[in-house]
């Protein structure tokens, strides 16, 4: 059952355009009702909600809502979310087959031109277009099937008529099966009752079925060849009159666009030439006529007979047979030819024609279910197999002149009303029940009692016809229209001229009238009854089920009864439709039915006339204003509580955002009290229920006031939500980047402290330990700490020297310090002994007087020490050698004659040198450089201890040694490269260094100048982009601890309570 939901809101409609349901006018009067479906249609908006119905008024012309756009505002939204639609709808029941698993079904009603069938195509258009996401092959298929099909079932099913260009001519029903997940897998097509008469005769200014005229105005030149036809309806009786009409159809193109859908839809070519052949067969048939000779008739038009066998592939002489004759068996078992009259031989040709098309429109229909039926479904594999039903039936009909088929038109009608009316009615009565609140009774008519005139066993319409019909002998239609006001002459609904002589609408013995609930209908009773036998001479059976074209035959399965055989009488078609329209009725009653009530607005199908009159008596059939007071009965609106508290909890303190109490039941009073609504509603079991709509309003109102600081608000907290959940999300990056690198650093730590633990105890005090890789952050500590660890090293050696051997090590040091490198052999593995001359074992002849001689110039000129004394060989500038002995004290230099007891010749204050100058070759070349340019260039000579000694790196150590400790100002060393040559004073470089504080090496590309302390520090301890910290960072490592104590631990001893070695440290820590 339809579960009631709340009234459509005009939300997204501003009140100019009117309500958009009419359950929210403000009084329920035709006249107020008939205004805003006025303006509404006016404004352009053809749709409107009472409660789920929706109220579609013909726009007729193109309107731009049912684009993609529009179907996705729909898609999955509530009723109330839009503005009333279509796809709202077939939205709410696609939602309910799909939640609910709910067989659902879309009854579409209306008159004649209303828009019925536009509808379902756009309903259709809808459900293909939300379903199968995912794109599914098969799903597609079945998809395209359906809506392919439509056109060519309009093709084949309807025709223009005075009241619609497009009107269809038979009943559809068409049942689109969904699989669990909501996709469409097949769907079936039930047709009902085909208004074939059309076929042979149409009412002036109408046409016959659009197939034919699509054929012969778009079938191609050799196709309408093949079937002996002309491109002209007006050459063919059946077509004639519809030949001139103007439609807006597009004969040529729709043709296309069957053949097409044929084909997309998997009929075989075949298939579709035997359809081509059928419908000219017809056409040909319509051309045939008869003569009379008194006698006998015969066949007028040959050729169309000839024609007619050779599409139907059957015999043509049995084709004129058939339409001549008629096989009889008589009573004996005898068969006997009996010729017809030409007034049967008309009869049997129409009949023919028309049964032709009617069992070629059933077997399109049966074709094309065959392809979209739902094949190898298993409930257990595939879940509940769910149902929409989308019902565009013909809509009421009153023509000028009503026959058989509009009666059964009017009484598929008459049914659907009574079905629309029970299951409104039913439904409100048994919700008010539901939910305890007393049901109000609304009167509203009820249309049994026609529906009863027609179908009633033994007294209703149908059964008169059915019995005249079956009566022997010779019953007309006045005889049975005559039984009819026998036996409903007391029926309120039932009229004839006979009760009504003075109406000369009707004619005696011609007109019954039927006081339909859309209006009042007179039938003209003529054809009544041949067309309730629907007679068919058995010989076009056996014809056509002997037709050599299998589809044909397939047609006419009934033809293979031989002519002896005695069948049951075949039910009447009266009996037929009403057995298939009770069928219906019964299927659709078993879903949850949504309505779409269609408006024809005008007879002239023009997009801006309203007829007031005809408009008023549509909603006054349809039984809308009904509809509307029954929505209203009482409460206008009703709601489950959880979903009235949802959408208006806003309006209240007590429940916004939550309530606090017990149900959701006491919320929704606490909204209604706070409002003041407490006279206006009534508290269901499950729902809330509103009398006036005027309450609603006022909620929806504020709510919609509410809304824009709600959606404020809403998206302040979900910004905010959004930006704290990617700060935490940073944050944690961030904590983990940082425990990973304070792992990586830690790890480092420890693997420097587990390979460096026992250093003090190695051997060789750690030098062979492999430093592990540090990560990128320690990369200067581990420079620093490898620094630190060759100098502690270094201390570790140089501290367990004697002292005795310390003057000797610094003159090294020095040494090798200034020469880096650049003099390969300059004695570093031997004893310095300095003062050679007066070494015994060196000069064992000289040194005694040499000891004397020294003895002497140290008391006279007080000089504290010898730095170093030996032979050398002095070179003048011509080139010329002399041997000399050279004494260097911490005071003078002296030049002395060996020969001559070491007279003293040149005694130079060792302030006045300025530098030396030594080669990188083996040669004992050396220059001392004075300050007034008065070098000294000389060869230092070998003694007895060892003939080849190399005595120039000696002098470079302890004279770079002394001024850099004891006389400390500018002294320079230059190396000359060219090991070959003796340099001269002149190619020597002279750089300048200052002799304070650590020497740093000499080299040719040192800048002049003096050098910074910071380059100094670089130098030596070979660092590169050193940086003075501040006082701040100079401190703060130390404060961490951690590096301290590492590196208190590691190297102890160079920090002992020492502070200047502390800040020795943080200088060198923080020069980095
Ligand atoms: N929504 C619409 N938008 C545009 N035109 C429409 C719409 N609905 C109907 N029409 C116009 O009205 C004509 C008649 O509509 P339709 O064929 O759907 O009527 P019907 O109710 O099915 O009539 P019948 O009972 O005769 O089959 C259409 O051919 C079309 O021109
Ligand atoms: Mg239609």
Not at 720 to 733: F, T
């Amino acid at each position: 059952m339809m579960v009631l939901q709340e009234a459509g809101m005009a939300e997204l409609e501003g009140l100019e355009f009117g309500k958009s349901d009419f359950v929210l006018l403000d009084e329920v009067t035709m006249e107020q009702f008939m205004d805003n479906l006025k303006l509404r249609f006016e404004k352009g908006r053809i749709y409107t909600y009472i409660g789920e119905v929706v109220v579609s008024v013909n726009p007729y012309r193109e309107m731009d809502i049912y684009g993609k756009d529009t179907i996705d505002a729909y898609r999955g939204r509530e009723l109330y979310e839009n503005p009333p639609h279509l796809y709202a709808v077939s939205d709410a029941a696609y939602k309910a087959m799909k939640r609910r698993a709910k067989d659902t079904c879309i009854v579409i009603s209306g008159e004649s031109g209303a828009g019925k069938t536009e509808a379902s195509k756009h309903i259709m258009q809808y459900i293909a277009a939300i379903t199968n996401p995912s794109q599914k092959a098969e799903v597609e298929s079945v998809k395209n099937v359906l809506l392919k099909s439509n056109c060519v079932l309009e093709a084949f099913g309807n025709a223009k008529t005075n009241r619609n260009d497009n009107s269809s001519r038979f009943g559809k029903y068409m049942d689109i099966n969904f699989n669990f997940n909501g996709d469409p897998t097949g769907g079936h097509i039930n047709n009902y009752l085909l208004e074939k008469s059309r076929v042979v005769q149409q009412h002036e200014g109408e046409r016959n079925f659009h197939s034919f005229y699509q054929l012969l105005r778009g079938g191609s030149e050799e196709m309408l060849k093949s079937c002996h036809l002309h491109n002209d309806p007006a050459l063919y009786l059946y077509t004639r009159e519809g030949s001139a009409a103007t439609t807006s159809n597009n004969d040529r193109m729709n043709h296309k666009a069957v053949m097409s859908a044929l084909d997309a839809i998997g009929f075989l070519p075949e298939e579709i030439r035997s359809i081509n052949q059928i419908l000219a067969s017809i056409l040909h048939l319509g051309n045939v006529s008869f003569a009379s000779d008194g006698e006998n008739i015969k066949i007028l038009g040959l050729d169309s007979v000839k024609h007619i066998s050779e599409l139907t592939a059957t015999d043509p002489d049995s084709v004129s047979k058939s339409l001549l004759f008629r096989t009889v068996a008589t009573g004996g078992g005898e068969v006997i030819e009996k010729g017809h009259t030409e007034q049967d031989a008309c009869f049997g040709r129409n009949a023919f024609a028309k049964a032709l098309y009617e069992r070629l429109f059933g077997w399109i229909v049966s074709r094309i279910n065959g392809i979209i039926e739902v094949k190898d479904y298993n409930p257990v594999l595939h879940g509940k197999n769910t149902v929409i039903g989308v019902l565009d039936i013909y809509g009421f009909e009153i023509f000028d002149s009503n026959s058989f088929e509009q009666f059964c038109i009017n009484y598929c009608n008459e049914k659907l009303q009574q079905l629309f009316i029970e299951l409104i009615l039913q439904q409100e009565q048994d919700e008010y029940q539901r939910e305890g609140i007393t049901w109000q009774h609304i009167d509203y008519f009820n249309n049994q009692i026609i529906v009863g005139l027609v179908e009633q066993q033994h007294k209703g319409i149908i059964s008169i016809l059915d019995e005249a019909c079956l009566t022997v002998g010779n019953v007309t239609d006045t005889v049975c229209l005559e039984s009819m006001n026998t036996k409903l002459a007391q029926h309120p609904h039932y009229t004839s001229r006979k009760f009504n002589p003075s109406d000369k609408s009707m004619d005696f013995q011609k007109h019954f009238r039927i006081r339909h609930y859309a209006g009042d209908v007179t039938y003209s009773v003529d054809g009544f009854l041949e067309k309730n036998k629907d007679l068919l001479f058995q010989d076009f059976k056996r014809l056509m089920y002997n037709s050599t074209n299998p589809v044909l035959k397939e047609m006419w399965p009934d033809g293979q009864l031989s002519i002896t055989e005695v069948t049951k009488r075949p039910l009447t078609a009266a009996t037929l439709f009403k057995n298939s329209i009770v069928a219906l009725v019964d299927k659709l009653a078993c879903k949850e039915p949504y309505y779409v009530r269609c408006i024809k607005p005008n007879e002239m199908k023009s997009p801006v006339l309203f007829d007031d009159a005809r408009c008023e008596h549509q909603v006054a059939y349809l039984g809308l204003l009904e509809n509307v007071m029954v929505r209203r009965a009482g409460f206008a609106y009703r709601q489950l509580y959880a979903r009235f508290l949802q959408r208006y909890k806003m309006t209240c303190e007590y429940t916004w955002p939550n309530h606090l109490m017990s149900s959701d039941r006491e919320a929704v009073e606490a909204i209604i009290t706070q409002h003041g609504f407490h006279d206006d509603v009534a508290y269901g079991h499950t729902k809330l229920f509103v009398r006036t709509p005027r309450s609603l309003f006022t909620l929806e109102q504020e709510r919609a006031a509410l809304l824009p600081i709600l959606v404020l608000f809403l998206q302040k907290v979900w910004r905010g939500a959004l930006a704290r959940l990617r700060c935490r999300r940073m944050r944690a990056i961030y904590t983990i980047m940082g425990c990973y690198k304070r792992y990586k650093v830690k790890a480092h730590f420890w693997e420097v402290e587990r390979r460096f633990a026992n250093v003090r105890t190695m051997a060789d005090y750690g030098r062979s330990v492999q430093w592990p890789t540090p990560p990128a952050a320690l990369a200067s500590f581990h420079r620093i700490t490898n620094t630190l660890h060759r100098r502690w090293w270094a201390r570790q050696i140089v501290k367990n020297i004697p002292p005795s051997d310390m003057l000797e090590v610094r003159a090294k040091v020095a040494a090798l310090t200034s020469l880096s490198g650049e003099r390969k052999d300059w004695g570093v593995g031997r004893a310095w002994e300095r003062d050679y001359l007066s070494n015994v074992r060196d000069c064992p002849q000289t040194s005694s007087g040499f000891v004397r001689v020294s003895r002497e110039l140290k008391n006279k000129d007080g000089y504290g020490q010898v730095v170093f004394s030996g032979f050398c060989r002095k070179v003048n500038r011509f080139n010329k050698s002399t041997d000399r002995a050279l004494l260097i004290t911490d005071q003078f230099v002296y030049k002395l004659e060996p020969r001559k007891q070491f007279k003293v010749l040149k005694r130079v204050p060792l302030d006045l040198f300025t530098g030396l100058s030594v080669t990188s070759g083996v040669d004992q070349m050396a220059v001392l450089h004075t300050s007034s340019h008065d070098d000294v260039l000389m060869c230092l000579q070998p003694g007895e201890l060892c003939p080849n000694q190399d005595r120039v790196g000696e002098l470079v150590g302890v004279l770079v040694d002394h001024f850099s400790r004891d006389c400390p100002r500018c002294f320079r060393l230059a190396v000359g490269r060219n090991a070959a040559r003796p340099v001269c004073s002149s190619q020597i470089l002279k750089p300048e260094y200052q002799t304070s504080g650590p020497q740093p090496p000499p080299c040719e590309s040192t800048p002049s100048g003096p050098e910074q302390p910071r380059d100094l520090w670089a130098r030596l301890f070979n660092v590169k982009n050193l940086r003075l910290l501040t006082d701040a960072e100079l401190s703060a490592p130390f404060r961490r601890g951690r590096r301290a104590v590492f590196l208190t631990r590691l190297f102890g001893d160079l920090q002992v309570g020492r502070r200047r070695r502390w800040v020795g440290l943080m200088e060198i820590w923080c020069f980095h």
